[in-house]
């Protein structure tokens, strides 16, 4: 396959033309492409027309992919993939998951071994006056950390912050999301975890800023107050313009990010009858980073 790369403005984010997920590539293409996911932790394959099953298929590619416990919206014959859509069937139930991604996190960073790599394929775009909606911003949390005050990256070092499922869950519902029902099974599955605030990457040796305000509760051998004012500080830090990329959808549009080296949102600024429909997968991580704490 020849491929055409074209950068977006900023640290992250590229668009890739001429690649066809539904085939295989050769080892030349993916190479490739996984260099360019280095690169810039967000990229985008344009114009593709994919079944589940290829984008299963691409993704272990990349890594192992995964199933997780809490999704109801698996595709029965691919269960590593899921979807995301504001579409209800005939009973008024929704189809996939409606409201994910509403506060900036990075997945799975509530698990010992977090995500690494997703995978999120546009099949419905909602679209306003000829303009898509629902656009998905990325940060690059590589270049934010790189931006710090040497003073204060110093003070980072070493230091380990609480990510917590539960969390994530009652942040999403007061910004209005899908409450996800914690049980004692999801609890035992998912305690809270330790992670490094600035992690390594495990590819590409680049330290990110790993808190999140999706997920990170408090940072360890702080006073709440203090802790507070420092997760405000590097969350404000990593939502400054420069760091950010907006992914403005297209059908066909295969995304992939890498959560070792961003974090990302969604906006939900559609509502039915403009209608979404996505199908997404992820990778398990190269890495234990985590440290349950229950």
Request: glycine share 8%; charged share 25%; hydrophobic share 40%.
């Amino acid at each position: 396959m020849s491929l055409t790369i074209n950068f977006a403005d900023g640290p992250l984010g590229a668009e890739i033309l001429g690649a066809d997920v539904s085939r295989d590539a050769d080892d030349a293409t993916f190479a490739s492409i996984r260099r360019t996911l280095d690169e810039r932790g967000v990229i985008v394959l344009r114009k593709q027309k994919l079944q589940p099953v290829h984008i299963a298929s691409f993704a272990t590619r990349f890594g192992r992919p995964l199933v997780h416990a809490h999704n109801k919206f698996a595709l029965p014959d691919a269960p590593a993939v899921s979807v995301l859509s504001n579409i209800v069937d005939g009973q008024g139930r929704n189809i996939g998951v409606p409201d994910a991604g509403l506060v900036w996190h990075t997945d799975g960073s509530y698990l010992e071994v977090p995500d690494m790599y997703a995978f999120l394929y546009g099949i419905e775009i909602p679209m306003r006056d000829g303009e898509p909606l629902g656009t998905t911003y990325y940060a690059s949390a590589t270049a934010a950390y790189d931006a710090l005050p040497e003073a204060l990256r110093k003070r980072l070092d070493g230091m380990r912050a609480v990510h917590s499922f539960a969390y994530h869950s009652a942040r999403r519902a007061a910004r209005g999301g899908t409450r996800i029902e914690i049980t004692d099974e999801l609890r035992r599955k998912h305690p809270d975890v330790s992670q490094p605030v600035v992690r390594v990457h495990p590819r590409t040796g680049r330290k990110a800023l790993y808190v999140t305000e999706g997920h990170t509760t408090h940072i360890l051998g702080m006073d709440r107050a203090e802790s507070d004012a420092l997760l405000e500080q590097l969350f404000e830090h990593l939502r400054e313009p420069r760091f950010i990329y907006g992914h403005r959808w297209q059908v066909g549009d295969l995304l992939i990010w890498d959560n070792a080296a961003t974090q990302h949102r969604a906006t939900c600024d559609y509502a039915l009858p403009q209608r979404r429909l996505m199908h997404r997968t992820a990778t398990a991580g190269e890495e234990a980073v985590g440290i349950a704490l229950a």
